[in-house]
C-alpha cells in the first residue's frame, strides 16, 4: 500500500471559480453601470425635447415679426401687450381662400394663425393639440418712437413651460404671458425689431 502525500490531498480539495461575494460584487458594478446609462438617456430625452421646444418657440417669434414688418400699416392691430388670448374663432375674410382687402383683415389673419400655431392646432389626437409649445402664450408689445404712430419697437413674446428647473426661468409673475404656473419652469423668447410704416 503506497502512501498519500499531504500535499496531494490538498490540491484535490480546493475549489475553482468564483465565490458567491465575487458575483455579488459584480452584479452591483454592473447595476451602477446601467443605471448610470439610463439616466443618461433619460436626460438626453429631457434635453432633446428642451431644444425642440425652444427652436419652435424661436422659429414662431421670428415668423410673426415677418408678418408684422411685412403689414406695418397695422401694426396697432397685431398689438396685445402681456396679454395672451387663445386662437378662438376663425376670422372673417379667410385670407387664405378670399382676398383680405385691408391691413387689419391680414392682421386678425395672422394673429389667429399664429395663435393655433402656438397651441399646436395643427396636429391633434382626437381633440388635443398635440404640435405645440406646452402651455404657451403669446404677446406682442409696441412702442412708438416719437411722435409715430405706427413706427417704432416692435417685441414678440413667446412663452412656455419647460419639464425641469434650469434657473433660468422669469423671475417676476408680472412678466408672465400666458398661462400662469411655477416661475422656475416657465421659458421665454423674445424677438425685437424695430418696425418703420414708410407712409406716415
Known sequence: ????RPG??????????????EVLVTFVILAIGILGIVTLLVTSKSSEFEAAQRARAVHLAEELVEKIRSNPRAVLAYETGMTHSVSGSEPSPNCNTSACTTPAQLAAWDLWIWRR???GNDVSIGAT???GLQEAGGCIEFFPHGSYARTGQLRVHVQWTGLLDTGSGLTSAGDFCGPSGEL???RAVVATTFIV????
Open 197 to 200: 410704416d414708410p407712409t406716415e
Open 184 to 186: 422656475a419652469l416657465r
Open 117 to 119: 400655431a402656438l397651441e
Open 1 to 4: 500500500m503506497s502512501a498519500v
Open 8 to 21: 496531494r490531498i490538498a490540491r484535490k480539495t480546493q475549489q475553482s471559480g468564483f465565490t458567491m461575494v
Open 129 to 131: 393639440p398635440t404640435a
